[in-house]
């Protein structure tokens, strides 16, 4: 099974990330030192994809509390907590990204004579975990699917959004290995072309064919008979199942409940919030309209023309068939099936 992609990279004091606005044309790695510039990277989307987001942000602590430890040894743990806060504010939708930052404040708030080593060691855990998660899932899912078909994903949920291997995708790389998978659908993900970009890419480098619709085409291939499961990935899931994803996901699942095609939620449990009962009360990012009227800094829309630009929707626990995590799997999702998958060791 094909796995080449690791775009976020620490080495030695700095991190790299794989600067994903200029895929599939440049591979180029941008090294990091400074925490601000971190936080930047994220809300610009160099790096992207919740549980990716979640990575970059732990790394983002170690970096920010070499700093703060350098240069205010006696009083760093109070020093560095505009940084958490600037990082935490970067994107608001995936819960990932507060969940890694929960955990990297645990450890500034332990007493130990190390913490730089100790920080480090938590964001190379989150790093790690996340990988060894959708590996997992990557099985899970891949059980679901009973027999060969074709599949249809949206927005990119591979190894560039996840610490490797990916959530959706990774179920996408894992049942196509299995022979599970006639075809791949990957409709192309405006205004940031994730899947035309992103997925495209990704599964091209690892050998999966890939074929590319615009998402208007999601419902006349359904009606057609060409997919038998839509598969995307999470950035937030309520206690009660609902989800939300990018911008979109929602009306490929009321279209897949028409056409009687199945409808799987891939994310790990970092991904799930109890905290937020349903998915009404998920803060959606409200991002630029330059984002709709504009391809690649050039203008595609009639002078005058505005734009909304919501970048992610909400789809209820009512039309999604599978939500799969590290934990297992969540058939008919409910709250009390979401609370008790939750709790499992
Ligand atoms: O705006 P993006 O590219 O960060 O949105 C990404 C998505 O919506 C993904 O589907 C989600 O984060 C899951 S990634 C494993």
Same mark, same amino acid.
């Given at each position: 099974m094909q796995d080449s992609i690791r775009a976020i990279q620490w080495d030695g004091d700095v991190l790299k990330l794989l600067d @994903?606005?200029?895929l599939p044309h440049q591979e180029i790695y941008?090294?990091?030192?400074?925490?601000?510039?971190?936080?930047?990277?994220? =809300?610009?989307m160099v790096v992207r994809g919740a549980p990716a987001i979640g990575i970059t942000a732990a790394y983002g602590v170690v970096l920010a509390a070499k700093h703060h430890l350098e240069k205010s040894p006696d009083n760093w743990? %109070? %020093?560095? @907590?505009?940084?958490l806060d600037t990082l935490a504010r970067s994107r608001p939708t995936a819960v990932n990204l507060m969940w890694a930052i929960e955990r990297m404040r645990r450890v500034i708030t332990q007493a130990s004579a190390e913490p730089l080593n100790d920080l480090l060691r938590e964001a190379k855990r989150i790093h790690e975990d996340d990988i060894a998660a959708n590996k997992a899932m990557g099985e899970f899912g891949a059980q679901l699917i009973e027999t060969p078909c074709g599949v249809l994903t949206h927005c990119n949920t591979g190894s560039l959004a996840t610490g490797g291997y990916g959530t959706a995708l990774g179920v996408i790389r894992s049942a196509y290995a299995a022979d599970k998978i006639t075809a791949v659908y990957a409709d192309e993900t405006r205004p940031w072309l994730q899947g035309a970009r992103l997925t495209a890419w990704e599964l091209a480098k690892d050998q999966i064919p890939v074929t590319l619709i615009v998402e208007g085409a999601a419902s006349h291939l359904m009606k057609q008979g060409k997919v038998a499961w839509v598969i995307v990935g999470s950035d937030r899931i309520a206690a009660n199942g609902d989800v939300a994803n990018k911008i979109g996901t929602y009306q490929l699942a009321v &279209?897949?409940?028409y056409h009687d095609v199945k409808f799987m939620v891939v994310a790990p449990t970092s991904t799930v919030d109890l905290n937020i009962a349903g998915g009404d009360d998920i803060p959606i990012e409200a991002r630029s309209p330059q984002e709709v009227l504009n391809? &690649?800094?050039q203008a595609i829309a009639a002078n005058g023309a505005q734009a909304w630009n919501p970048a992610f929707d909400v789809t209820p626990a009512a039309l999604i068939d599978a939500i799969v %995590?590290?934990?297992?799997?969540?058939? =008919?999702?409910t709250t009390g099936k979401m609370l008790a998958m939750m709790?499992?060791?």
């Open positions: @994903q606005r200029l941008i090294e990091y030192r400074d925490v601000g510039a971190i936080a930047e990277a994220i =809300q610009d743990r %109070t %020093t560095i @907590q505009a940084d &279209s897949a409940k391809i &690649s800094g %995590t590290e934990k297992g799997v969540v058939l =008919q999702p709790e499992k060791s």
